[in-house]
Each structure stands twice: as structure tokens, then as C-alpha cells.
């Protein structure tokens, strides 16, 4: 107990922020009365209609506060989920803007059904400054995930000036990510710039760095691979931990995987630096993901081949806890089981414990990672808490950031540093 108050009251060592000097910020942007694009990731997990976690929402509240201060009229755009090109109500940012009038004092922040077209464009122009319209879900159209100039053309018309303020989003290829900026004058907002500051300022710190990676999103996958070059130990954990158990043979039953994720973490193993890879020796699991489902906790060599893999085993996190107790940096991204049911939340809820006693410093980032922190009250004990999970992942990679250097072009282009 003594230990825990301690370290508690010992401040964890701050990060020395660097500047990414390239990309235009707000200051270098002609904003006054100005109508402006701004590209936020509101991203959140919705439950019927009901935000469960508002931390992306608030993050962008500073950019939006100053953009106010300089009386512009404000569009935003966002997606939210993966629609794939469809409109579904499910995925409706109508809920956000009634979050944001409620986090915005004095301010209704009114809601469009579409992004683009003349009722749009009409409704910004009859709106005044001050005033901030919410569009729908830019992934309502399949030209967002294709990068499509016309696209992209269309919601630059909609404004003057562009801000990218959505981190989380700043590793894709999209249309409002990496076209757009090439129209209009482009900064990035102020979450991205604390966001990049930090996080870039974090991955000097290669030695007794513990990267943790977990998550159902297989498409992260490339990740662990860059990763390898940029830590200590990485452990693999939640679904993706089972693309490498298959490519290493294991016969996992029926727990998450693809064709295409054995491939890639097939490559991964190949890596010069494979070892740092740690992945687990049991897992729980079930016939059935349904609560009514039976759970055992098998060796990894002793998956029945109807069950599910659905959390790690008490083995595997007491090696997670000694990796932890060893690092002077612990990256985490994903959860290690399916945490939407309890019984597979025990290994998540041992790695959030350890997080806020630590010594070392703690980078955590992906929308369940950070919900999971604040349902665990544990949020504010985290050094870092990024509102980007495979965004945050790329970069402390060190890998290419495309809509950041989109911002970098435009600012050239716009000649915003004369
Ligand atoms: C996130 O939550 O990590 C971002 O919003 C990106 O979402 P995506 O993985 O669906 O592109």
C-alpha cells in the first residue's frame, strides 16, 4: 500500500516536446471571420443513440474555442465507424452534435444530413459567423476511403480555410485527410499539434520500452512489424495474437483470424528483430462468445478446435505485469481480451492496475483502450492519453504520416510561412 501512495505521489518524468515545424498551426492561418473546414475524429463509442466515452469530443474543444475567438463560421466534418460507402442511422453523428451544443456553452451547433451538394453550400452561406454546423459522416460516401478528387473538391468549396484536427485519422489515405489541403490554406489544429509534439517526443525512448498491443482491428497488423524497430519487447495480445499462433501452427479453433493476417504476421516472424515479439502461453476460452458460453483456460498448444480465444490466460498476464515492472516506457493500444463481457476483462483490467503504479512512462491511445481507462477511473494517472489508436502506433513507428504531410504541402503551396 505504502508502494502504490508513493509512486502516486512521485511525478512521472514529463516529456521534452518537439516541434514538427513544417505543418502550418492555427497562428499561421488568416482566420479572422473566415469560414473554415474543420476535420475532427468523433469517432466514439455509441450505444443506442447514448455517447459512452466523450474524450475525442472534448479534446477538439480547444481548436473549435479558438476558432470561435476569431469569429469564424465553423463546418465540421467527421466519420464515425465503418459504414463502407452507406448511409446507416447506426452511424448518424447526430448524437455528437448534440454532445457538442451541450459542451459548448452559449452555442447550438446545428446538424446537415449530408456533406456535400447546394443545400449545404446554401445553409453555410445563410449562417453566421460564430455559428458551427455539423455535417454527416463523411464514410456515408464511398469517395472518403477512396480519395477521390472531386470528393474532396466538393467539401473544399464548402470554406476558406482548412483545419486538420483529427489525429486518430492522420495515418489514412482519405479524401478529407490528404486531398483536401491541397485547395484550401492548411493547418493543423491543436490537437494535433500536442498530439504529434508528444508522441514524437516519446519515441526516443527505445530502451525498456514495452509496446502492448491488443485490439480486434486485424488491419493493424503492420504495426507490430514497426513496432519491432522502436522497442524492447512487443506482446501481442487480444485478437491479433492469434494470426501469429496460426503462423507459427498452432491450431487456435475458432478465435479471430484471416487468411491475409497469417500472411502478414507470417512476414513479421521473418524480421530480424521477430524475438522482441512475445505473444501468450494460455488463453481463455469458450464455444460461444454469447454470455451463456462455458469458459476453461487452455495452454496455447491446447485450443479445442470449436472454441473461441477470448482473453489471456492468468500465465500470460503475470508475464505481461513482469515485462510492465521492468520498462522505463509502456506503449499500450487495444484490449488484451473481449472486454464488452467481464469475464474476459480480467487481463485488460491487470494491465490498467499496473499503468497507474508505475514508474514508467505510459503512452495508451485507441478509442476502447481510452474508454476502458476511464471506466477503470484511470486516465488521469496516464502519462499520454492519445486520442489515436493505429494513428499513434504509426507514428511512434516512425512511419509516414499521410495527412500530416499533406498539411506540410499545402502550407508550401499556400506560402503560409512568408
Ligand atoms: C480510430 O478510432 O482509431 C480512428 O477514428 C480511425 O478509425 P478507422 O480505423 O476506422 O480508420
Given at each position: 500500500m505504502k508502494k502504490i501512495i508513493q509512486s502516486l505521489l512521485r511525478p512521472k518524468k514529463k516529456l521534452k516536446k518537439k516541434r514538427f515545424s513544417k505543418m502550418a498551426s492555427l497562428e499561421d492561418l488568416d482566420l479572422f471571420g473566415k469560414t473554415v473546414l474543420l476535420r475532427a475524429d468523433f469517432n466514439v463509442p455509441i450505444k443506442n443513440g447514448r455517447i459512452l466515452d466523450n474524450y475525442k469530443i472534448k479534446q477538439t474543444l480547444p481548436t473549435i474555442k479558438e476558432l470561435i475567438r476569431n469569429r469564424c463560421k465553423i463546418v465540421i466534418v467527421s466519420h464515425l465507424g465503418r459504414p463502407r460507402g452507406k448511409a446507416n442511422p447506426k452511424f448518424s453523428l447526430a448524437?455528437?452534435?448534440?454532445?457538442?451544443?451541450?459542451?459548448?456553452?452559449?452555442?447550438?451547433?446545428?446538424?446537415?444530413?449530408?456533406?456535400?451538394?447546394?443545400?449545404?453550400?446554401?445553409?453555410?452561406?445563410?449562417?453566421?459567423?460564430?455559428?458551427?454546423i455539423l455535417l454527416e459522416n463523411l464514410r456515408f460516401y464511398i469517395e472518403e476511403e477512396?480519395?477521390?478528387?472531386?470528393?474532396?473538391?466538393?467539401?473544399?468549396?464548402?470554406?476558406?480555410?482548412?483545419?486538420?484536427?483529427?489525429?486518430?485519422?492522420?495515418?489514412?489515405?482519405?479524401?478529407?485527410?490528404?486531398?483536401?489541403?491541397?485547395?484550401?490554406?492548411?493547418?493543423?489544429?491543436?490537437?494535433?499539434?500536442?498530439?504529434?509534439?508528444?508522441?514524437t517526443a516519446a519515441r526516443s525512448t527505445k530502451e525498456k520500452s514495452l509496446w502492448?498491443?491488443?485490439?480486434?482491428?486485424?488491419?493493424?497488423?503492420?504495426?507490430?512489424?514497426?513496432?519491432?524497430?522502436n522497442s524492447e519487447w512487443v506482446y501481442v495480445a487480444g485478437a491479433l495474437c492469434f494470426s501469429f499462433l496460426r503462423a507459427k501452427g498452432v491450431h487456435v479453433g475458432h478465435s479471430k483470424f484471416s487468411k491475409e493476417s497469417i500472411q502478414v504476421a507470417k512476414e513479421i516472424l521473418q524480421h530480424k528483430n521477430a524475438k522482441k515479439i512475445i505473444l501468450p502461453e494460455d488463453i481463455v476460452c469458450s464455444n460461444s462468445i454469447l454470455s451463456k458460453g462455458k469458459t476453461t483456460t487452455v495452454n496455447?498448444?491446447?485450443?479445442?478446435?470449436?472454441?473461441?480465444?477470448?482473453?489471456?490466460?492468468?500465465?500470460?498476464?503475470?508475464?505481461?505485469?513482469?515485462?510492465?515492472?521492468?520498462?522505463?516506457?509502456?506503449?499500450?493500444?487495444?484490449p488484451l481480451g473481449y472486454t464488452e463481457d467481464n469475464r474476459y476483462r480480467k487481463a485488460t483490467n491487470a494491465v490498467i492496475k499496473e499503468?497507474?503504479?508505475?514508474?514508467?512512462?505510459?503512452?495508451?491511445?485507441?478509442?476502447?483502450?481510452?474508454?476502458?481507462?476511464?471506466?477503470?477511473?484511470?486516465?488521469?494517472?496516464?502519462?499520454?492519453t492519445s486520442t489515436g489508436g493505429g494513428a499513434t502506433l504509426a507514428l511512434l513507428s516512425k512511419k509516414r504520416m499521410p495527412a500530416l504531410d499533406a498539411l506540410a504541402k499545402s502550407a508550401k503551396k499556400f506560402y503560409l510561412f512568408e
Open positions: 448524437p455528437i452534435a448534440k454532445e457538442l451544443t451541450k459542451l459548448l456553452p452559449r452555442k447550438t451547433v446545428h446538424f446537415l444530413h449530408h456533406c456535400i451538394g447546394k443545400d449545404v453550400k446554401d445553409r453555410i452561406k445563410k449562417s453566421k459567423q460564430g455559428q458551427i477512396q480519395k477521390d478528387l472531386s470528393f474532396a473538391h466538393s467539401l473544399a468549396n464548402l470554406a476558406d480555410v482548412y483545419v486538420f484536427d483529427a489525429f486518430a485519422v492522420a495515418h489514412r489515405r482519405h479524401s478529407s485527410t490528404v486531398l483536401i489541403p491541397a485547395f484550401l490554406p492548411s493547418a493543423q489544429g491543436l490537437l494535433v499539434q500536442d498530439e504529434v509534439e508528444t508522441i502492448i498491443i491488443g485490439g480486434a482491428k486485424l488491419d493493424k497488423l503492420p504495426l507490430v512489424k514497426a513496432a519491432l524497430d496455447i498448444d491446447q485450443i479445442p478446435s470449436s472454441a473461441i480465444g477470448l482473453d489471456i490466460g492468468k500465465k500470460s498476464t503475470e508475464k505481461i505485469l513482469t515485462l510492465m515492472k521492468n520498462a522505463k516506457q509502456i506503449i499500450w493500444n487495444g499503468l497507474q503504479v508505475t514508474h514508467a512512462r505510459t503512452i495508451c491511445g485507441g478509442g476502447e483502450t481510452s474508454e476502458l481507462l476511464v471506466k477503470q477511473k484511470a486516465r488521469n494517472k496516464i502519462t499520454h
